[in-house]
């Protein structure tokens, strides 16, 4: 047997008092599928960054194939044949899929750029690879899981053979992301290495060959994948049993909100083509589909930001097609927005200040055009404790959350006014195990208490456990809904593909 | 190297910024200075006992802040919601000279402090529209404000030229292009006697505070703030964009047209196209160099107005180039920006 291809020695970095990485030691294998499991802040980017040179480490030391790798330099990842691929693409939308992968790797100042044995040597990686991508469309054009095969290929370019993937999947669909993890295996038999960044439970479980698990920073497990199970990993992830909430069954009441034929028409992406649905009283609705099937229209169109240009939204009997975000709170409907950084908050206000931006013009919060400042701080504290969102006060700064407490807050001034309709747009991505459960616990809470909740969602299980009725959307166009517990995954996988349609076509 | 965002930014470091960018661009151009050949330190000492060495140089230096107070809490109004108003010279002119027209005869016959107020209110609201119609271009149709303000300040004093070689000229001027004056009964009262320094000062303090209460206390100052930070997530919570930012524009057009205004009624008593050295170009300086922070405002056009009061001190008395107040007017403005880049990241290693 052959030594590990890339080896960390006991990894120490702080920053500040903060510990990202302490005491980190693991091996990778030749032709493995490496999992670096943890949760949000668990330190795993940080460790990649280290390996990778983009951090220096305090201590500690990291080897590729037995050669001690000179630290704090990305050039020397590159030439010991490491490559990354970050969660946050860094590709020019405006330049050819050749020209973003040679970027970087040819001699600035000369004058012919060969670019066509690069664009040979480009056809050649993804046939062997099974990364079908046009070398020279334009990285503009393309979907999100072909950019991240023109990232993936840039590494291959370089001659990389061990990869590093930072949350892969955190962009991609689910199809997309089985696509990638059945490429990545494909690359293991042609002699890469490879360790996938991951908080997902079900793709560690699917995809890797072992998993290392960071709790703190610290290594707190080491598995072959196929001598652990899932329920195992969280435990040992979040260092306690976490149990997502289940739904009890219980009827529904009277029709809270209702769309007729809303039909919404995006510059960019899909829209919405003659949505119709309802929510009652106590019931979540689902909304599942592939990502940019109009989601995101639907999501502006229920939180006002924007207005549909036919069909109807009625609430409790009133026409609220085209009230503004503030006519829509007025009316107590709370809005979760799908992106909480760009829409839900912002970050450089007070966790006060955005605990009451959406009530700024309510007379508790203000009087005379002066905001009430101890009502809105006590509100904030109050928020803070009953939603248990840790790091905060109500004067801290609202960015230094983590983006689990951030949307605890979101929801917190949404239901602290027991709103009768909730729009819950993605409400959980990007979240770690412990914040998921907190988040389906309280929507599920609101439920009871006879709230009318619209949960749109890409993640099919978080649909399933959490709906009564679901309904996919295909490219603007609403299934008919099905009983949530009536319906199997190879039936919401037709739904999504857009099959009903021919049903009742005929 | 690489930047990285600070998690929080203390207030000492907030205080300390303009402070260290001040020094840095006092010891620049301390090199320039040296290099025409004068002692530094000579030359500010010359400086310093220009602008603040004598009861009438302080007075002298403190009716130069009057103005830039006015322009600077305009600019930190507007920049402080993204609206980037670089017209505040234009402002600045369009609130003279309605005041020069007004007050010439108009209001004349009213009792003064109403006549006074009446001007004032008059002339902002025309500085205020000047604002308005831009920012109303940009909301329309995506026009960017910072071509139209910057290249409104020319249509402006060309306006002004106009009125004064015309219509408003004034017949006992021997001929000098200037407006006929305000009447001498709607003139501000002085402060300090004999000195030029008038009560306008106390109405840019009064304005400082105002708007100070403004931003941190009330809904509108909330809102305004939310939407310069992010407006995705403002109009998202409910906050109406437009009226918000139209609001700003005329808040912002308001104080730059202040500031014309009470010159004329001040210092000057009439209009020329060149009563301004560039106050409300000045003004986006004094807004910079204060963080955006209405207090800071007022130490900034102090020090501004230091500057140049002395600078014209420290010409006579060494022979250097009174420009230099605008050298170290320009470098303060830029090592701030430096400044502030720090002040928001820190350097990762």
Redesign the interface.
Known sequence: MTGPVLELNRINKRFGALVANDDVSFQLGQGEILALLGENGAGKTTLMNIIFGHYTADSGEVRVNGRLLSPGQPRAAIAAGVGMVHQHFTLAGNLTVLDNIIIGSEPLLRPDSRRHEADAKIRNLSRTFGLPVDPAARVGDLSVGERQRVEILKALYRDSRILILDEPTAVLARPEAEQLFKTLKGMTANGLSIIFISHKLHEVMAASSRVVVLRGGRVVAERATQTTSAAELAEVMVGRSVKRPTREPHASGRPVIAASDLCVSQAHGAGLDGATFEVREGEILGIVGVSGNGQAALGRVLSGVAHASAGELTFQGEDITRLSPRGLIRRGIGRIPEDRHAEGVIGDLAVWENAVLERLDSSVYSSWGFIRRTESRSFAAGLISRFDIRGATPATRTRQLSGGNMQKLILGRNLATAPKFILANQPTRGLDEGAIAAVHAELLAARSAGAAILLISEDLDEAVALSDRIQAIVKGRLSRPVVAGEADARMLGLMMAGVWEENHAV | M?FE?R??VSVTLLVVAPLAAITVALLLCAGLIAAAGVSPITAYGEMLRGALGSRLSITETLTRAIPLIFTGLAAAVAFRARVWNIGGEGQFYIGALVTAGLGHSLFASLPAPIAISLLLAVSAICGALLLMAPVALRLRFGVDEVVVTLLMNFIVLLFVGLMVEGPLKDPMAFGWPQSVPVDPSLRLPRLVPRTRLHIGLLVALVAALTVWIVQA????G??M??AG??P?????????LPRILMSVAFLSGGLAALAGSVEVLGPTGYVTTTMSPGFGYAGIVVAMLAALHPAGVVAAAIFIATVFVGADAMSRATGVPSFIADVIMSVSLLAMLTALLFTTYRIK?
């Open positions: 690489q965002r998690a929080d206390r009330t809904v509108f909330t809102e703030r939310a930070l992010s995705r997530a403002a109009a998202f919570a409910g906050i109406p290693r």
